[in-house]
């Protein structure tokens, strides 16, 4: 109704200024506000508004109640026993061992796992000094997926610079034969992560002999962040490791201040033929076709070898199977599934989430109804970002209102927190991801610092009050979420 | 005058209730502000007042002038070209004969040193490894006079515990022959840093093997952070090392749950024989007597052995012979001679300062009219901290007053970020020390992470725009400060 009174005063303007000087301004805003408001039926909207008391019961049930702090706690104890889990590794395996069993323990249904190939890198022992102009530790970590150095190490002169731009410019002659050490300047996680992606391949296309890379966070306390890297095809495999913000900077002052600046680095990294893997599922099946339209539940049980991945993913993992179990514990069971996965090697460039994609291929249309993920930490949550085409953005913005109650009811899109389920909502499947205050997610990101430290009871129990509602409506409605899916 | 006046009021109100209920209570809060009251002759007063000028021009020529951005990058040169400077080391002697000529070149006067014996530390491979319940490496830093395991490392079960009280409690047989890890909860680093200092004493004298301790840090990542600790007399020594705050609280909750946990540890730290070091001295002869009533301005040159030494305390340093320096260049030169002072071997506790204070002792009384040190943090300044008998506050309090436009007139006491000077100041000597917006300082404190991140160009300017102006106005005045010196 207000979106058509809206739509009356807006085309009744546009008529009475047609012929003067700004009528096309004015048809421009008026298709604009016509394109973004919802023409939900007057039933559609009162049947989401009609959730309002079940989030009222799921939130005070998480919050106040008897799962008050239990994300936490199993979060700990699971961190605690297992450590970091980086694909490849018998720590991973043994977790999701532990996490099938667990399942099961906790009530869930259809508890198994899926299988997904995985590269199987190794880190061995890694070091480098700053041996000109003066003698200095320089602490790295290895790249996932990056060849070692030859044995016994090699000592190379430096060629410091802040872009890609300033390397192509750089005469292949004094690259060759050198350390590359890349110093981007912090333009947020997605721009500067491109040197740690592609630092290697751009330096070994200009003759370099390692990379090293300034870690993708805007803060640090000397820490050295890994991540994973990609060689481009055709070029000649360099080790190539993430320094320190502060030693980056040091050492590209050094160099153009015209120093002879070397480094020795040694990597006793390598890489071993790929691994079976595997998801680990779990569900709280629906009333109607346990199969059909079903609501993912999301985040990756894997890790880097740093730290314990409590914040990345184990946060994200556990307020996922662990929506899914209190909704079953307080007897609330939706018309769809909901399930819950805990993908494997997300690290990598989700191999997990890629081999599922290809299994469910033939029917995902109707097996697959919206995806939810939890990736960018588990701190307060105040949202949830979101793809999908319009009919279904109407939709979600309704259901996301009713999670005032949560103070969690900021919208934004697409949907940019979920990398695992990127392999759908690239496509056109509907999703959404969590947003959280996570101001200072990229500071322990891959690091030794992402432990349990991090992670906070309370602002994971309105994390988890958040997936549960939203998995549990959707799953509930008398609609399925619209989705254009392309091949 | 206006203290007068409120000395009569109080004095009228005392009377008046004299024979009231609350007359004790007025007349304690009477006395109270009779003591807090300064009695400075209008003359001084004025005299004092009169320097705002001063402050302003000081104050214009460095945040403004041709002096801005100086500090930060000759401090920038400094760090990059020594790195760190640990007392014993090569680096240290080095850094400080390039002082003693570049303070000559700067043109300040009486430049030389003094020697002074320091302890000589070496720190040498280090290695810790959770072995039960699961295997993780162990970030660790081993404490400066610690000894080693012996070859080939040990391996012990574990015992851990928040308290030396905790400690203190346990059955001998529950110690002997095991690594004790401290995990004191942060209470700022006063209360924390007793079990860096005298941990591995306590643990030893239980028949503990060695002794692992929470880095004195209220916030990490993942970052060890070293210092000195102290063998009590008589007991055995053993290897002692900060561990980070995550993998302390990780082991804490370990051994809580029941876990036999075990570590495996590896230090080849040794001590050799004392070496000479040098405190660096350089001057701005007063126009009267230049070895009289002298002002000191100092910071410790000296570092530990990770990070350069930026923050703690190159800034200190550099703000205190930058601000002799910027006087001379303004022609500034006061009654009294201002001598900057950059100390040596100050992280195993003052060993230059203390026998500085030796060496000048028989005529210190003659000699030292006021100290001022920073040693903790050149952050923003917000004024200063101060220790002295009543008369000498009255006069520090006008002239901390003049401290306006750098908004810096904050004052507490006693003085509690000069180390250094405390050795002068629990005698009874006066003296001040910076207090900056810190709040972050102990999170880089004695890690890698103190570098030149961490050094702002402006706030340095501020910083040495204080010191200046107070060290010029003290040097200048026609009283000396008052002093209550016990032997």
């Known amino acids: 109704m207000h979106g058509n009174m809206l739509r009356l005063v807006l ?29 939900l039926s007057e039933d559609l909207v009162n049947e989401i508004r009609g959730y309002k008391n079940v989030v009222s019961k799921i939130t005070d049930h998480i919050l106040n109640g008897k799962f008050k702090g239990e994300v936490h706690k199993s979060l ?28 099961k323990n906790e009530g869930l249904e259809n508890v198994h796992t899926e299988s997904a190939k995985v590269p199987h890198w190794i880190r061995g ?33 430096v060629v410091a610079v802040r872009t890609f731009d300033e390397l192509q410019k750089l005469p292949d002659s004094e690259v060759k034969g050198k350390i ?15 040197y740690r992606s592609s630092g290697a391949s751009e330096a070994s296309k200009k003759g370099a002999i390692a990379a090293l890379i300034r870690s993708a966070t805007p803060f640090s306390i000397a820490s050295p962040h890994t991540g ?34 070397q480094i020795r680095l040694e990597m006793e990294d390598y ?36 730290g314990v991945g409590a914040m990345d993913d184990g946060g994200g993992a556990f307020i996922s199977w662990k929506a899914v179990k209190f909704l079953k514990d ?37 097996e697959f109804n919206f995806f939810i993920e939890s990736d960018t930490g588990t701190f307060d949550p105040v949202g949830l970002d979101f793809t999908g085409n319009k009919d279904a953005e109407c939709i979600f913005k309704e259901v996301l209102s009713l999670m005032a109650p949560l103070n969690a009811t900021q919208f934004a899109t697409p949907a940019d927190g979920g990398p695992d389920i990127s392999v759908w909502l690239d496509r056109g499947f509907p999703g959404a991801s969590l947003l959280n205050k996570n101001e200072r997610y990229f500071w ?34 008398s609609v399925d979420i619209p989705k254009d899916v392309k091949n």
Chains 1, 2 share one sequence.
């Not at 069971?333 to 460039?349: D, F, M, N, Q």
């Not at 309370?458 to 509602?469: E, G, M, N, P, Q």
């Open 228 to 261: 994973s890297q990609n060689y481009a095809q055709g070029v000649k495999k360099i080790p190539t490791a993430c320094i320190t913000v502060e030693d980056a900077e040091m050492i590209w002052r050094l160099y153009n201040e015209g120093e002879n600046v």
């Open 444 to 477: 322990f990101h891959h690091t030794d610092g992402d432990t349990m430290l991090v992670e906070d009871p309370d602002s994971l129990d309105r994390c988890v009050a958040l997936f549960a509602s939203t998995a549990y409506i959707i799953a509930d409605l």
């Open 271 to 306: 890489n071993l033929e790929p691994v079976i893997s595997r998801n680990t599922v779990s569900e709280l099946q629906g009333t109607t076709s346990p199969n059909k339209s079903v609501v993912i539940l999301s985040g990756h049980l894997d890790s880097w070898d740093v």
């Open 330 to 366: 307080m007897g609330l069971r939706p018309k769809r599934t909901i399930r819950s996965v805990l993908w494997t090697a997300e690290e990598y460039g989700y191999y997990g989430a890629k081999e599922y994609a290809k299994q469910h291929k033939e029917n995902e249309l109707e």
């Open 11 to 39: 085309i009744i303007s546009a008529i009475v200024l047609q012929f003067s000087t700004c009528s096309v301004l004015i048809e421009k805003i008026d298709e604009e506000r016509v394109e973004n408001q919802c023409n």
């Open 180 to 194: 590359v050490v890349f110093a981007p300047t912090w333009q947020g996680y997605g721009a500067t992560v491109r």
């Open 125 to 157: 022992y890694e070091s480098a000094t700053l041996v000109q102009p003066r003698k200095a530790k320089i602490e790295l970590l290895g790249l996932g997926t990056t060849v070692g150095t030859p044995r016994g190490g090699i000592i190379g002169e």
């Open 76 to 103: 700990q104890i699971f961190t605690d026993k297992f450590g970091s889990r980086m694909a490849g590794s018998d720590a991973l395996e043994k977790a999701i061992d532990y996490m099938e069993d667990l399942l």
